[in-house]
């Protein structure tokens, strides 16, 4: 039983007003007077603070149902309507869209209100924020669609505010290249999204195109096109979610301010990709081969980026290399159909990597735009709530016991063993230790040993309250939101999976205790090794390596954005330029020119009849007269 309710369309549309308002805002006063930034930031913070709270009504409203009647539907009007296509605008809540609203909301407005603090003093204080508010606007709507149509609005959203965000600071050119780069390589997945929607449709034909109808008519599907659709939307994920061979733009997204990075990695964009797969949980669910190929992309894009992740010394770069492997764990659990562990990753994850983005933002801030962990050292004294915060959101990526990144993760691991997929439980254990290296690397960089810049050191200082409170809000986060989903083996029930489970297609085998003591005690090992490597050469401090073989080979990212370049833009490029040299002028430039001769010729022909004398136009007069008198004669008669 669906219940329908109004206020599910409030939810994207605070922010999207706030977006609209403050655009307004910027746009009227930036040749004038501008307004306060307090103004500025208030507007901003309302919107998200509002969609916050009625995601909390959303969630209340659902929990006071009975599972199978989880369903808060409202279709705000008809959109279009082709043959068999009818597309409502309309909004669907349940148990996983309101998982994602909260936390979205909550770390959305953290991300708003710390951006207050971070970007007191830009020149465009005003147009950041309605970028900020469109980009929440965006993933809402994306969450909250109720069919792969209106999903799509969203979908393109987001790609459009992280071009935007990503240049922001648009006067210097690899910023305006990094947010083209986000941009065209987006467009690339969002192809096989529109391919895999179109043949979707195809396939199963009249019988609604929102997510229950088609849940319900997935029965119709050949096994053959259920795995291409299934292929195709993943070609979608790998583009936002930035998987093999779509994943070189997230990296250089760091171009943009770090609130921006924050968002991008924790809330919105990069998550969008998993919340796909997890919400066609029943069709992958049916076509077990092309779960398999998503498991397999996504454990060795975490291997991959992992391997980035140690080598790196721009404290942003190491992070966003760190948010594509863990994605990559997310697919990965998603793809042996352990929907809800996928999904609870997400959800802590978004915790502690908002954490460490805005952490390194206040090292930033702190270091006055300083990105390089290698002229960094000593700043636990000087930073002292960032370095407390930090370690918790450290800790919670390394997925050390207990933070809330052990118990997400862990599930994943158990899973992928527990259902017969060894590979990609040792890839994963693998790529747990390469975590907790490379991310106490940079924790012992930048706070331990000996200042390696003591001038920036001396004026270090810990940044104002608008920015560490959201910093202690968001490690609470990090710290327990794993209790919320304790296995059994803990005392625990499961709880957020249970709270999915009407959403998902999920898979929960049922194996002995000695095997998940087994893979805990695997993954706590894992962890273990890597702390104490990263300790052993980087805790006391240490001076920059000269990277050579494969440590040079991993700094440069085993030079893939190269090849890219060499296999795909120069040749497209060349050929663009062959093309044009051969269109230009032979198709466009000639009809021009044809145009101009027909009107210059016909100019001149009418040149001939304008002399200049009034007794030839008394004569044209009489002649047009003569005609006119002879035309209506013949009519009458």
């Given at each position: 039983?669906?219940?329908?309710?109004?206020?599910?369309?409030?939810?994207?549309?605070?922010?999207?007003?706030?977006?609209?308002?403050?655009?307004?805002?910027?746009?009227?006063?930036?040749?004038?007077?501008?307004l306060?930034?307090?103004?500025?930031?208030?507007?901003?913070?309302?919107?998200?603070?509002?969609?916050?709270?009625?995601?909390?009504?959303?969630?209340?409203?659902?929990?006071?149902?009975?599972?199978?009647?989880?369903?808060?539907?409202?279709?705000?009007?008809?959109?279009?309507?082709?043959?068999?296509?009818?597309v409502?605008?309309?909004?669907?809540?349940?148990?996983?869209?309101?998982?994602?609203?909260?936390?979205?909301?909550?770390?959305?407005?953290?991300i708003?209100?710390?951006?207050?603090?971070?970007?007191?003093?830009?020149?465009?204080f005003?147009k950041?924020?309605?970028?900020?508010?469109?980009?929440?606007?965006?993933?809402?709507?994306?969450?909250?669609?109720?069919?792969?149509?209106?999903?799509?609005?969203?979908?393109?959203?987001?790609?459009?505010?992280?071009?935007?965000?990503?240049?922001?600071?648009?006067?210097?050119?690899?910023?305006?290249?990094?947010?083209?780069?986000?941009?065209?390589?987006?467009?690339?997945?969002?192809?096989?999204?529109?391919?895999?929607?179109?043949?979707?449709?195809?396939?199963?034909?009249?019988?609604?195109?929102?997510?229950?109808?088609?849940?319900?008519?997935?029965?119709?599907?050949?096994?053959?096109?259920?795995?291409?659709?299934?292929?195709?939307?993943?070609v979608?994920?790998?583009?936002?979610?930035?998987?093999?061979?779509?994943?070189?733009?997230?990296?250089?997204?760091?171009?943009?301010?770090?609130?921006?990075?924050?968002?991008?990695?924790a809330?919105?964009?990069?998550?969008?990709?998993?919340?796909?797969?997890?919400?066609?949980?029943?069709?992958?669910?049916?076509?077990?081969?092309?779960?398999?190929?998503?498991?397999?992309?996504?454990?060795?894009?975490?291997?991959?980026?992992?391997?980035?992740?140690?080598?790196?010394?721009?404290?942003?770069?190491?992070?966003?290399?760190?948010?594509?492997?863990?994605?990559?764990?997310?697919?990965?659990?998603?793809?042996?159909?352990?929907?809800?562990?996928?999904?609870f990753?997400?959800?802590?994850?978004?915790?502690?990597?908002?954490?460490?983005?805005?952490?390194?933002?206040?090292?930033?801030?702190?270091l006055?735009?300083?990105?390089?962990?290698?002229?960094?050292?000593?700043?636990?004294?000087?930073?002292?709530?960032?370095?407390?915060?930090?370690?918790?959101?450290?800790?919670?990526?390394?997925?050390?016991?207990?933070?809330?990144?052990?118990?997400?993760?862990?599930?994943?691991?158990?899973?992928?063993?527990?259902?017969?997929?060894?590979?990609?439980?040792?890839?994963?254990v693998?790529?747990?230790?390469?975590?907790?290296?490379?991310?106490?690397r940079?924790?012992?960089?930048?706070?331990?040993?000996?200042?390696?810049?003591?001038?920036?050191?001396?004026?270090?200082?810990?940044?104002?309250?608008?920015?560490?409170?959201?910093?202690?809000?968001?490690?609470?986060?990090?710290?327990?939101?794993?209790?919320?989903?304790?296995?059994?083996?803990?005392g625990?029930?499961?709880?957020?999976?249970?709270?999915?489970?009407?959403s998902?297609?999920?898979?929960?085998?049922?194996?002995?205790?000695?095997?998940?003591?087994?893979?805990?005690?695997?993954?706590?090992?894992?962890?273990?090794?890597?702390?104490?490597?990263?300790?052993?050469?980087?805790?006391?401090?240490?001076?920059?390596?000269?990277?050579?073989?494969?440590?040079?080979?991993?700094?440069?990212?085993?030079?893939?954005?190269?090849?890219?370049?060499?296999?795909?833009?120069?040749?497209y490029?060349?050929?663009?330029?062959?093309?044009?040299?051969f269109?230009?002028?032979?198709?466009?430039?000639?009809?021009?020119?044809?145009?101009?001769?027909?009107?210059?010729?016909?100019?001149?022909?009418?040149?001939?009849?304008?002399?200049?004398?009034?007794?030839?136009?008394?004569?044209?007069?009489?002649?047009?007269?003569?005609?006119?008198?002879?035309?209506?004669s013949?009519?009458?008669?």
């Open positions: 039983m669906e219940h329908s309710v109004t206020y599910l369309g409030y939810i994207p549309l605070m922010p999207l007003l706030g977006a609209l308002v403050l655009g307004l805002l910027h746009l009227f006063t930036c040749r004038g007077k501008a306060p930034e307090l103004l500025y930031g208030a507007l901003a913070c309302i919107g998200p603070l509002l969609s916050f709270i009625f995601a909390l009504v959303v969630f209340f409203h659902l929990k006071g149902l009975p599972a199978e009647e989880r369903f808060l539907v409202h279709n705000a009007f008809t959109w279009f309507a082709v043959g068999d296509l009818h409502d605008m309309g909004f669907l809540a349940d148990p996983l869209s309101s998982l994602m609203l909260l936390f979205v909301t909550l770390i959305g407005s953290l708003h209100i710390y951006s207050v603090g971070y970007m007191a003093g830009d020149e465009n005003g950041f924020f309605a970028y900020l508010n469109l980009f929440l606007g965006s993933m809402l709507i994306l969450v909250l669609a109720s069919g792969p149509v209106v999903m799509f609005v969203g979908w393109e959203g987001v790609g459009l505010c992280s071009y935007l965000l990503i240049s922001y600071y648009c006067k210097e050119t690899e910023n305006v290249i990094a947010g083209n780069k986000a941009f065209i390589v987006n467009r690339i997945g969002d192809l096989g999204f529109v391919l895999g929607m179109s043949l979707l449709f195809w396939a199963i034909g009249a019988g609604g195109f929102d997510y229950l109808s088609l849940k319900a008519n997935v029965d119709k599907i050949a096994p053959a096109t259920g795995i291409a659709i299934c292929l195709l939307l993943f979608g994920a790998c583009g936002k979610s930035a998987q093999i061979p779509l994943y070189v733009w997230l990296p250089d997204a760091m171009a943009g301010p770090t609130p921006v990075s924050a968002l991008i990695h809330a919105t964009m990069v998550t969008a990709g998993v919340y796909m797969v997890a919400r066609f949980s029943f069709l992958y669910a049916s076509h077990a081969t092309a779960g398999t190929v998503v498991a397999w992309v996504g454990i060795l894009t975490a291997l991959l980026a992992a391997i980035f992740g140690m080598f790196q010394k721009d404290i942003k770069k190491i992070l966003a290399y760190s948010t594509v492997s863990q994605l990559g764990y997310m697919f990965a659990g998603v793809g042996i159909a352990a929907y809800s562990a996928g999904i990753h997400v959800f802590t994850h978004a915790f502690f990597k908002a954490l460490l983005f805005l952490g390194a933002g206040s090292v930033i801030y702190a006055h735009h300083q990105q390089d962990i290698w002229k960094m050292g000593g700043l636990k004294s000087k930073l002292p709530k960032t370095y407390l915060t930090m370690m918790i959101g450290a800790f919670a990526l390394a997925g050390c016991p207990p933070f809330s990144g052990f118990f997400s993760k862990d599930e994943i691991l158990f899973s992928a063993l527990a259902t017969g997929h060894t590979g990609i439980w040792l890839v994963g693998l790529v747990a230790g390469m975590t907790a290296y490379y991310t106490f940079m924790i012992f960089l930048v706070f331990h040993g000996e200042p390696r810049d003591a001038e920036a050191h001396a004026h270090a200082h810990e940044p104002p309250a608008v920015m560490t409170v959201p910093l202690q809000i968001l490690a609470f986060g990090a710290l327990f939101a794993g209790f919320l989903n304790l296995p059994g083996i803990f625990g029930s499961l709880k957020v999976s249970q709270w999915l489970a009407p998902l297609v999920d898979h929960h085998p049922h194996v002995s205790v000695w095997l998940e003591l087994l893979a805990i005690l695997t993954s706590i090992a894992a962890f273990a090794i890597g702390i104490t490597l990263a300790h052993r050469k980087f805790g006391q401090g240490a001076q920059e390596p000269e990277f050579t073989g494969f440590a040079k080979f991993g700094y440069h990212k085993f030079y893939v954005d190269e090849l890219y370049n060499a296999v795909f833009v120069q040749p490029k060349a050929f663009g330029g062959l093309i044009s040299r269109f230009e002028p032979y198709v466009t430039d000639c009809h021009v020119r044809l145009s101009t001769w027909l009107y210059r010729k016909a100019g001149m022909a009418f040149k001939a009849l304008q002399v200049g004398y009034v007794r030839v136009y008394a004569i044209y007069m009489v002649i047009g007269l003569s005609l006119m008198s002879l035309f209506l013949q009519t009458i008669h």
